[in-house]
Structure formats: structure tokens, C-alpha cells
């Protein structure tokens, strides 16, 4: 018997053993609490090899190739980063080499410098600090973004020229699936109960004033009868609050950021196509209009979903909820808290477009005959998704629950 505060409503639960294979879930909203894993650590490790492998082979064989009347030009993953850079848009080029490239491996490193030793029965250097950051990386490694992002430029490009997919694609392809079985096998707890901590700090019952959940390993801990500032996790060395700070403030300002980069994200131009001496603009709606007047409806839908509905409705959902806890609304907590989960989840999908560019400007250098460059409307729309993404990550669910009177119990 353990105790667990809901990490989305801070309810206190009593978890017993957890059957292998089955789950705990908070009785009030919903959210997951514990997970038991049947073999979690060992499969893991297996998985995250086999991903690595996967990663050289993506990353150092070609990836697509592109063929337009007698001229060939093939690129391997990072050729899209070079050239963002080489157009000046170094920021983008940034954010794609992170969220595609470096975010994964630092997560599969990460892994492996914290599995094999556990199963070694050995303690590795600063666990606490490379466990927290693998799991901060988990939003913004954004492979299967990337992978969406693909098939929108193969289909953008077809009438146009040849797509030859390359050895890589099939590599990258296998890896989100094997990166996302890792994480799905992956059961955070057996590697925080390696970290022994001393049992006084642990269940011992005083008030639920004075309890307060880590918001990385949950684990349950006691707040000192006076103050309580700067205290950290006796496990995982996280900062504690009972919530986080400045939530609803935070939010709004980051909310108001992103409404702001919505409008050049939409107007401006994304790409600029030029093609024997004609220079065209497009923006992310006419860019959707092409696949409609060319009959290719189905990803006018996604294009149309991903860039304009998707950010709209975060944007929405979360001014919505910061109103509603700033007004104290007792109105149906359990479904504003899911309507919080569907955000956190949905907004990084938004990411496809920037990805789309970076693929576009990569395949088509073909000097006059025809030449795709990243317009400004890139980093707009970068921008704004990462700031949403952040502003949902600053809103803390648990302010939802505190209207509710069955605080305690
Ligand atoms: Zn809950
Ligand atoms: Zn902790």
C-alpha cells in the first residue's frame, strides 16, 4: 500500500499492488496513476538497441530521392536542416535538427546510460538528473510528425516530378515505431523505486494540507510545518509546488503570444516556389486549395486540420479553461480536465507544416528549373506551435479541482 496524489487533481489515492499488465487509474478525473509493466526495464533496453541501430541507418543512408525530367537530386535526413540554414532561417533549421534528430537521440542515449547499469544491479552516476531529463524530452521528440510532414510533401511534389524513397525512410520509418513501443514498455516507477529514499519521508498520515505530489515521480511528500519554499523532491530532486506557479498568468501571456503569430503564421507566405524565371508564393491555404483543385481532398483535409483548426482550437480550449478557473467554475471538472489531456496531446501535430517546408526546400534545388525556398511564414508558424505547446505545459490542471469541495477524501 502506497500514497499517490492525481498528477491532474491532486486527489489522494491508496494504490495497492498493481496486478502485472494492468493499471490504476485516478477515481475521480481519470488520469493514469500507475501502470505495472510485465519485464518494463528489460524490454526497454532491447527496444531503445534496436532503435539506435535503426537511428545510424536513418540518419547516414539516402532518403528520398527526387527526379525531374534528366535531373536527380537525392538527400539524406539532415539535408532539409543545411538548407533552412543556408536561406538564413536558422531558427527553424534549429528546431527541426532538435525535435527530429537530437531530441530522439538524447532520449535513446539517455536510455540506455540508465537501463543497463539497473540491470546490472548498479546505481548509474546522477540518475535523478538524466531520468527527469528523458522524461522532459517525451513532447518534443516529433519523429512521426516528421514522418506525416513526408508523405504531404511526396503527395505535394507527385505530379510534379519522381519521389524515390530511399533505405532511410524505411529505417525512420521502424524506429517511431520502435522508440514508441520503448516508451509505451517503459514503467517510470521501477526506475524511481531504485532510488531509495528514507521511509519517514514516505505515508506516514498528517493532514492533506500538508502533502504535496512530485510532478515527475509522484512520489507523496510532506511539507515542513512553516514555509515550504524551494523544497525539492527527496527522490527525484524536482522543485516542488502544491501548484504550479503562476499558472493562469503564465498561461494567458503565452495564450495572447500565440494569438499574435497566429495571423503572419496564416497570411504570410510559407513557401516560394520559382520555376523557370516565375517566382509564386504560397500560404498554408492556398497551399490546401492546390490539393483540393487537384483533386487530392483527403490531405487538404490534414493540411487544412493540422495548421489552422488544430491551433485555433488549443488556443480556445486553453483561454476557456483559464477563464473558467479564474472565475471559480464548479462546472463538470472531470470533462474540463479531459478537455486539457486532448490539448496537451493534439498541438504538437501542428508541427507537420514546418516539417513539410523543411522536406520541400531540401528536394527541390534544381537551380532555374525549378527552386523551393522557406517563407516567413515558417517561423510564424514554429513559433506559434511552440508556444502553445508551452502554454498548455504552464496550465496547471489541478486549479480545475480546487472549486470542488471533496478535497479531502
Ligand atoms: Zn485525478
Ligand atoms: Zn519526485
Request: hydrophobic share 50%; proline share 5%.
Amino acid at each position: 500500500m502506497s500514497l499517490i496524489a492525481c498528477h491532474e487533481c491532486d486527489l489522494i489515492h491508496r494504490v495497492g499492488p498493481v496486478p502485472e499488465g494492468s493499471a490504476a487509474r485516478c477515481s475521480r478525473c481519470g488520469a493514469l496513476l500507475y501502470q505495472h509493466k510485465r519485464n518494463s526495464l528489460e524490454r526497454t533496453l532491447a527496444l531503445t538497441v534496436a532503435g539506435l541501430i535503426l537511428f545510424v541507418v536513418a540518419n547516414a543512408f539516402p532518403f528520398l530521392g527526387f527526379k525531374l525530367q534528366a535531373q536527380v537530386r537525392e538527400i539524406i535526413l539532415i539535408t532539409g536542416v543545411q538548407e533552412l540554414y543556408h536561406q538564413g532561417m536558422w531558427i527553424l533549421a534549429t528546431v527541426v535538427l532538435l525535435t527530429t534528430i537530437i531530441m530522439p537521440a538524447a532520449q535513446m542515449m539517455g536510455l540506455l546510460y540508465v537501463l543497463v547499469p539497473l540491470r546490472l544491479n548498479r546505481i548509474p552516476w546522477k540518475l535523478k538528473e538524466v531520468f527527469r531529463f528523458i522524461q522532459s524530452l517525451r513532447p518534443w521528440a516529433m519523429m512521426e510528425v516528421f514522418m506525416l510532414g513526408i508523405l504531404v510533401s511526396i503527395a505535394k511534389l507527385s505530379k510534379m516530378a519522381t519521389i524515390v524513397p530511399g533505405i532511410a525512410v524505411f529505417a525512420f520509418m521502424a524506429l517511431i515505431f520502435i522508440l514508441a513501443a520503448s516508451l509505451a514498455v517503459l514503467d517510470p516507477h521501477a526506475v524511481w523505486e531504485r532510488i531509495k529514499i528514507q521511509e519517514s519521508s514516505r505515508d506516514i498520515p498528517v493532514a492533506r494540507a500538508n502533502l504535496i505530489g512530485c510532478h515527475t515521480c509522484h512520489l507523496l511528500c510532506r511539507l515542513p510545518s512553516q514555509g515550504g519554499h524551494g523544497l525539492t523532491c527527496p527522490r527525484c530532486g524536482t522543485h516542488l509546488h502544491r501548484r504550479k506557479p503562476n499558472s493562469i498568468a503564465r498561461t494567458w501571456a503565452l495564450i495572447l503570444a500565440a494569438a499574435i503569430f497566429y495571423v503572419p503564421a496564416n497570411v504570410l507566405p510559407i513557401t516560394i516556389v520559382t520555376s523557370l524565371g516565375k517566382k509564386q508564393a504560397d500560404t498554408i491555404i492556398s497551399g490546401a486549395m492546390y490539393f483540393i483543385s487537384s483533386g487530392m481532398w483527403p490531405i487538404a483535409l490534414v493540411i487544412f486540420v493540422a495548421s489552422v483548426f488544430v491551433p485555433l482550437i488549443k488556443l480556445l480550449t486553453l483561454s476557456y479553461l483559464s477563464f473558467s478557473v479564474q472565475r471559480k467554475s464548479r462546472w463538470r471538472p472531470v470533462d474540463r480536465t479531459k478537455l486539457y489531456r486532448m490539448t496537451e496531446v493534439v498541438g504538437r501535430w501542428s508541427m507537420m507544416d514546418v516539417y513539410v517546408v523543411t522536406i520541400l526546400v531540401a528536394l527541390v534545388k534544381l537551380g532555374a528549373l525549378a527552386t523551393i525556398e522557406a517563407g516567413p511564414a515558417a517561423v510564424y508558424f514554429c513559433a506559434l506551435v511552440i508556444i502553445t505547446m508551452f502554454a498548455a505545459m504552464s496550465f496547471d490542471p489541478r486549479l480545475i479541482w480546487d472549486q470542488t469541495e471533496d478535497r479531502n477524501e
